[in-house]
């Protein structure tokens, strides 16, 4: 499952960080780094961005850069 696919209100654990060059390391600098929990706070109501919250901060992610990102749900 990717990160775009979680509906807001959910948890989740990063398992993998794809994407390749800049967006990978742009992702991984932003602290989206396997064995991180996520938490989705809104997603926007065309689908893009995605706001997270994750390691105490709020980050907002476009749902393209989302999609290269595999997680495991959390209940």
Known sequence: MTLNELKAGSRAVVTSVGGE???????LDMGITPK?????????PMGDPIELFLRGYELTVRS??????????VE
Request: hydrophobic share 50%; proline share 4%; net charge positive.
């Open 64 to 73: 393209d850069d989302a999609a290269k990102i595999e997680i495991k749900p």
């Open 21 to 27: 060059g800049a967006l990978r390391r742009r992702l």
């Open 36 to 44: 991180t929990l996520v938490l989705v706070r809104k997603v926007a």
